[in-house]
């Protein structure tokens, strides 16, 4: 079993930046391939950003490209997802999501965080 609590959400304005944090528990986070998604109101949820279980690899959401990175500390068992160049679209709660595997994935992740949300104001 693992627990996610995500942070870092908030207010910013177009052009801004948001670190979100994603704390994970248990002692085999690094057995985990790690991932971002965000539900707009209205939309169904959709995949923003993933990373392998060492951080070698990383898959991103063709929208985020260039302006988001996600990064990962084993060591704090902790997933980050930096996002720049915020724009009012990125409006969102967004989830942080984990799957053990030592791949990199898009979709069947087992764990759910309760969300962060994000409101980017034009």
């Known amino acids: 079993q693992v627990q996610l609590v995500e942070s870092g959400g908030g207010l910013v304005q177009a052009g801004g930046s948001l670190r979100l944090s994603c704390a994970a528990s248990?002692?085999?986070?690094?057995?985990?391939?790690m991932g971002w998604f965000r539900q707009a109101p209205g939309k169904e949820r959709e995949f923003v950003a993933a990373i392998s279980w060492s951080g070698s690899n990383t898959a991103y959401e063709d929208s985020v490209k260039g302006r988001f990175t996600i990064s990962r500390d084993n060591a704090k068992n902790t997933v980050y997802l930096h996002m720049n160049s915020l724009k009012a679209e990125d409006t969102a709660i967004y989830y942080c999501?984990?799957?053990?595997?030592?791949?990199?994935?898009?979709?069947?992740?087992?764990?759910w965080g309760q969300g962060t949300q994000v409101t980017v104001s034009s």
């Open positions: 999501a984990a799957k053990r595997t030592f791949g990199l994935v898009k979709t069947g992740y087992d764990y």
């Open positions: 248990g002692r085999t986070f690094s057995s985990y391939s």
